[in-house]
């Protein structure tokens, strides 16, 4: 952080701003955080423009990696509306067809943005269990005009164990999975554990259960 103009401007990594730019930064105190995965293509029906929204996935991050996601996360009506309106004027203004993670930051009912993927994500995976399109599949649909489908068949959540694959055996492949309704994937070193359930909180309790098994 920058403590005047003048300390911005002799550091190299200001070089690359604008000499006629400027880039203001302000502390958000909020009370979580959603990604919107927001399909934007042509609607096969219309063969206009379109813009599609899952259903919000709570993340969760301990220094700065995720560990958690449920789909979907509670959010109010008025906090809903001012998400999607957001995840719609930038996808919007990319002019690019395909799905975005639209990440956001919500205060009360307020919503601020926090940036733009369009790669597949690691809470996107979740998608695989809650969803009947996962974020793979509508990736390839929106890209190539067919038809999208972002309904939620089953709330969701997962785990994300750093370094969980050390403890990876059949064994513990086996008391994890013994919890209802989970699956594990090993992704490298790491294990992502997914669980569904009645609700959310009944899922992100299972995916707990289950992922404590790798801890």
Known sequence: MFT???EMLSNPIAASFPEDGLVVERYIDFDYEVTILTARSVDP???QLATWFCEPI???HEDGELVECWQPAPISEAAMGNARSIAARVTGALQCCGLYAIEL???GEEVYF???SPLTGLDGMLTRATQRLDQFELQARASLHLPIDVTLVSPGAARI???GADKLSSASMARAMAVEETGVQVMGADVLVR???ESAE???SRAAQAAAVFD
């Open 4 to 6: 005047n103009a003048e």
């Open 45 to 47: 029906a219309t063969g």
């Open 58 to 60: 709570g993340t969760r």
């Open 105 to 107: 930051f919500v205060d």
């Open 114 to 116: 926090s940036q733009a």
């Open 161 to 163: 164990v750093r370094g």
């Open 195 to 197: 669980a569904t359930g």
């Open 202 to 204: 009944e899922a992100r």
